[in-house]
């Protein structure tokens, strides 16, 4: 039967009668409306057939393509992906001819795997699209579009972050040609996400911070972004990038909705954190995230182990590596190197004595910490006299002229 529907096609197409684009188009409809299935598919790849044939006018080909590729978004998945590939397969030899139809089955291909969860198959359908090399010229804002569905696929496939990257540099140049504001903050997302997977905590954490920010995103993609802000920032190396970071989450309030908020506020406060305080938040981490660095230690080891040195550096002017070492859990060997590296790095301020094993800390006037915390309480404060204005302000305004009134 199907072979009988392919002939039929090919009869029509070969005929000169002025109307064989019409009649086409008709038949096609019939073999949606009748054939389901294999037999549905095994019709459309005919049809396929008979049109990339070189002897076959482009006049003829072109608009029954179209035809077909707006008829596979009609079909099942199966059917749609069977016919696409097949298609996508015997157009190579004119695959200049046909750019326009490529590249919609191309995209409606990549939709198919993205909703079966296939991400990195959907990506290299995309991939297959020739935006700069065809003959067809491309809008900038579908270019850049495309760019960052291949991104983001690259990005949810998990090990394809070198491949992320190198379509997000694509994109980034095509920013300044598009107002779309949702576009924006999707390169702004993906470009989030690549600098967390390149262990660029900060920068990663700068970014998530500004999304959460940002009204077109919703209630719940804000908050989301925020806690991968805080993620990002609890995993930072130690220093003063990472202590700006911190001051701006803890005065975030929407921050002590989240779960990590305890961990936060005692790398705020400089407070030192136990191993048995992280098991709940190691378990919300990304695979990558949980990476193990050169020496053997997760990437958040590494990171409370240098909040903790750096709190010690608050409590003490200087101790021994053996009781470092047990205040930070961790061997005495292990102290010193991490020491000496912060100190190395500018991190830290203090100098090792290897011969007596004691490391010395920067000495502070303690005046200078004592305003540091009546900073932070007035802070606080203010904080609560502003949330009584918010709630009460009638009330506000009276008190505030009586005080005035009685000066």
């Not at 459309?44 to 990339?52: A, P, Q, S």
């Not at 065809?134 to 569905?149: A, H, N």
């Not at 204005?389 to 000066?407: F, G, R, Y």
């Amino acid at each position: 039967m199907a072979e009988q529907v392919i002939n039929e096609f090919r009869q029509i197409i070969l005929s000169s009668t002025s109307d064989k684009v019409k009649n086409c188009k008709s038949l096609i409809d019939n073999t949606l409306k009748n054939y389901v299935g294999a037999e549905q598919a095994d019709i459309m790849n005919g049809i396929v057939e008979v049109l990339v044939n070189d002897n076959v006018s482009l006049v003829v080909s072109r608009p029954l393509l179209n035809e077909l590729c707006e008829k596979l978004t009609t079909v099942p998945n199966t059917v749609a992906k069977r016919v696409s590939d097949f298609l996508l397969e015997r157009v190579v030899p004119r695959a200049v001819s046909f750019e326009e139809q490529i590249a919609v089955v191309r995209q409606h291909l990549a939709r198919i795997h993205e909703s079966e969860g296939s991400w990195k198959e959907a990506a290299v359908v995309l991939c297959g699209i020739p935006l700069e090399t065809g003959q067809r010229q491309y809008q900038p804002e579908y270019k850049l579009d495309t760019y960052l569905r291949i991104a983001r696929l690259y990005l949810e496939n998990g090990d394809s972050n070198v491949e992320a990257e190198s379509y997000l540099n694509r994109a980034s140049l095509l920013q300044a040609e598009t107002n779309n504001e949702d576009l924006i903050l999707l390169y702004k997302s993906c470009y989030a996400r690549v600098l967390d997977n390149r262990r660029k905590f900060i920068e990663a954490a700068q970014r998530y911070n500004e999304l959460s920010y940002r009204s077109r995103v919703g209630d719940a993609d804000r908050m989301e972004a925020l806690r991968h802000a805080l993620v990002c920032t609890i995993l930072a190396g130690a220093g003063q990038p990472r202590c700006r970071m911190l001051a701006i989450l803890y005065k975030d309030e929407r921050c002590q909705q989240l779960e990590a908020f305890p961990i936060l506020e005692k790398m705020y406060l400089d407070r030192i954190i136990k191993g048995e305080e992280l098991a709940e938040f190691a378990t919300s981490l990304s695979a990558h995230q949980l990476a193990t660095c050169a020496d053997g230690s997760s990437i958040l080891d590494r990171a409370v182990i240098e909040h903790n040195l750096l709190a010690a550096s608050k409590l003490y002017n200087n101790i021994g590596f053996v009781e470092l070492g047990a205040l930070l859990e961790i061997d005495p060997g292990v102290a010193e190197r991490v020491a000496s590296k912060m100190i190395t790095e500018g991190r830290m301020v203090g100098h090792i004595d290897q011969i007596e094993g004691i490391v010395h800390f920067e000495t502070r006037n303690p005046l200078v910490s004592f305003d540091c915390q009546i900073q932070r309480v007035c802070n606080k404060v203010n904080s609560v006299l502003e949330a009584i204005k918010d709630k009460h302000p009638e009330w506000t305004a009276q008190a505030l002229e009586s005080e005035l009134c009685s000066n």
